[in-house]
């Protein structure tokens, strides 16, 4: 299975700070990576697809880059809708796996 | 739009059978756009794909090794819904289970997810 790797596993940031988050995977998975977004006792809501594609209704503050092994989602300017914890998955190789993920705190 | 809505009991024994069903409005289980997948997702594990199913002029089914042989992922299109069974649960079953729709065609991310059904497996 393809192992994905979350950095940081936690983060303090402020309201309308720029953040990024980094994926990577232990193989190539071209651009078969997508983002999710999750709140305590909610599922997660897709941001991001194909590395880089905005899924509907997300905002524009998110945006995604990366390929092959590497991989960030970055905000550009935090709001307090923003905290949450982010996750990566890669849909490139079966099964499809999720990182550990990314916990977005308030400083 | 589509929604799923998950229904099913919060609790089981162990060695017992998990029972989860995904009712599907705003899209079909037979379509060949899409796959219908269970996640998990718990505190030692994290998210954990289970398995999927989808049409594409035959039903297919995949499952993840970790559950291969005592999980059974069922599409009803009749009632346009799928369901999920898991036997022999253990308490390290117990998660929060999720139904999600994967798109695909797009680099196939899971797009609409169910609300979550927290199953705890105690006697």
């Known amino acids: 299975d393809i192992q994905m790797t979350q950095s940081p596993s936690s983060v303090s940031a402020s309201v309308g700070d720029r953040v990024t988050l980094t994926c990577r995977a232990s193989?190539?998975?071209?651009?078969?990576l997508a983002w999710y977004q999750q709140k305590p006792g909610k599922a997660p809501r897709l941001l991001i697809y194909g590395a880089s594609n905005l899924q509907s209704e997300v905002p524009s503050r998110f945006s995604g880059s990366g390929s092959g092994t590497d991989f960030t989602l970055t905000i550009s300017s935090l709001q307090p809708e923003d905290f949450a914890t982010y996750y990566c998955q890669q849909a490139k190789s079966f099964p499809p796996t999720f990182g550990q993920g990314t916990r977005l705190e308030i400083k | 739009q589509v929604h799923l809505q998950q229904s099913g009991p919060g609790l089981v024994k162990p060695s017992q059978t998990l029972s989860l069903t995904c009712v599907i409005s705003g899209d079909r289980v037979s379509s060949s756009g899409a796959a219908w997948n269970w996640i998990r997702q718990s505190t030692s594990r994290g998210l954990e794909w289970l398995g999927r199913t989808f049409h594409r002029s035959q039903w297919y089914y995949e499952y993840a090794v970790s559950v291969k042989g005592r999980i059974t992922i069922s599409p009803d299109s009749s009632k346009n819904q799928f369901s999920l069974q898991l036997k022999s649960v253990t308490p390290e079953d117990t998660a929060v289970y999720y139904c999600?729709?994967?798109?695909?065609?797009?680099?196939?991310?899971?797009?609409?997810w169910g609300q979550g059904t927290l199953v705890t497996v105690s006697s």
């Open positions: 999600a729709r994967e798109g695909v065609g797009a680099t196939n991310p899971f797009d609409f």
């Open positions: 193989q190539g998975v071209s651009n078969w």
